[in-house]
């Protein structure tokens, strides 16, 4: 970027913000920054190494700032106070992708119970349905 751009750039955000472009013959020239002998003479340039205006702060002060804080009361009231509830096949589809691809993360998948393979019909059905068969089918 040229300096002319970044000069024009920074009078911009000088300016008022209904003033910039209504008053382009009214600029200020930017402020210089002070130079480096002023910046030494000033205090900034000295050495921090020492204890005046330090604010000591006690042992305890920073043991309980650096202790993990529960959140879970607060965390299972708001969740308990949700409108929402979820349906479980959601619930359970959410936990079956989250659980991992590898088998040992996978519990045990029960087999399913086969239906005993048996007819729908009785033996009296079977008899009332050869009496009529045979009935309509008779000699003619």
């Known amino acids: 970027m040229s300096a002319s751009l970044l000069r024009k750039g920074l009078e ?9 472009h209504a008053s382009h013959g009214s600029r200020q020239p ?17 050495d921090k190494a020492t204890v005046k205006g330090k604010i000591t702060k006690s042992a305890l002060e920073v043991y309980q700032k650096h202790q993990a804080v529960n959140h879970l009361k607060k965390n299972l009231e708001y969740m308990m106070h949700g409108r929402f509830i ?4 959601i619930t359970q589809k959410v936990l ?22 048996g007819t729908v019909f009785t033996e009296e ?10 009935a309509a089918t008779g000699p003619a």
Do not use: M
Request: charged content about 40%; overall charge positive.
């Open 12 to 20: 911009l955000l000088a300016e008022p913000a209904g003033a910039a």
């Open 30 to 46: 930017l402020r210089k920054r002070p130079t480096k002998k002023v910046a030494v003479a000033s205090g900034r340039g000295r």
């Open 96 to 117: 079956s992708q989250n659980r991992g691809r590898k088998s040992r993360d996978r519990p045990a998948e029960e087999p399913q119970k086969k239906k005993s393979e």
């Open 125 to 134: 059905d079977f008899q009332r349905f050869e009496k009529e068969y045979f």
């Open 86 to 89: 979820a349906d479980s096949t």
